[in-house]
């Protein structure tokens, strides 16, 4: 596709409910990220993709988060037993390694916006 | 622990007005810093790009400027225009992370006609 697709754009859960955040990356691009971006809060980082691998995953909040990534192309992320604090919007990127790592570009989906009630 | 700060956080400005827009961070030793714009329900779109060992990059209206010595970023945006109107967000990326981005909370600027 033309850009970094994510899906659903707007979700709404109850709490203690699971959920799946789906993003499907530009077609080519190796290293997939995943960020939550929350009110007050910024933009935090939670966990990196290299093809189907996840070497950086320090940035999960809690064991109820967990992403997994097949055939180095769609990722989900998924949220287990939903809490009030989990609402935000969760934003997927997707870059395509050239040279060393820290130099690609980050390209950015529109988001999935979360709400759980 | 990185921490980047954005100030202001919100800035209204009238059309055709020369402004800047400040990033700071705690740690010094990063990769890079990139400037991003965030549009209402949208994603982050890149904007520009500076690598530790440069001190300015430019394109179209838009300057960015890098002291990594004293933690500190600036983006300039020339003759601003409504449609300049959104959320600007700076990100360092540590040399040792290999591909987190650290966020600063934002500029929200408005661009009145």
């Known amino acids: 596709g033309a850009g970094v697709s994510q899906s659903p754009s707007n979700k709404v859960t109850e709490k203690g409910k699971d959920v799946e955040l789906r993003c499907d990356p530009i077609s080519g691009h190796t290293a997939l990220y995943w960020y939550r971006q929350s009110l007050g809060q910024g933009l935090e980082f939670l966990i990196y993709?290299?093809?189907?691998?996840?070497?950086?995953k320090s940035g999960l909040p809690s064991d109820r988060f967990s992403a997994e990534r097949t055939g180095g192309s769609v990722s989900t992320l998924t949220i287990q037993r939903t809490q009030q604090e989990d609402s935000a919007v969760y934003l997927c990127?997707?870059?395509?390694?050239?040279?060393?790592?820290?130099?690609?570009?980050?390209?950015f989906g529109a988001g999935t916006r979360l709400s759980v009630l | 622990k990185q921490e980047v700060t954005q100030i202001p956080a919100a800035l209204s400005v009238p059309e055709g007005e020369n402004l800047v827009l400040n990033c700071s961070f705690t740690d010094s030793a990063i990769y890079n810093l990139q400037w991003f714009r965030q549009d209402p329900g949208k994603g982050l779109t890149s904007l520009l790009l500076?690598?530790?060992?440069?001190r300015e990059q430019t394109s179209g209206r838009l300057n960015a400027s890098l002291d990594k010595s004293s933690g500190r970023s600036t983006l300039y945006i020339a003759a601003s225009q409504p449609g300049d109107s959104a959320t600007y967000l700076c990100a360092v990326r540590k040399e040792t992370s290999g591909s987190r981005l650290t966020f600063g909370e934002g500029t929200q600027l408005t661009v009145n006609p």
């Open positions: 990127a997707s870059s395509y390694i050239q040279g060393t790592l820290a130099k690609n570009i980050q390209y």
């Open positions: 993709f290299q093809g189907n691998s996840a070497p950086d």
């Open positions: 500076i690598q530790s060992s440069q």
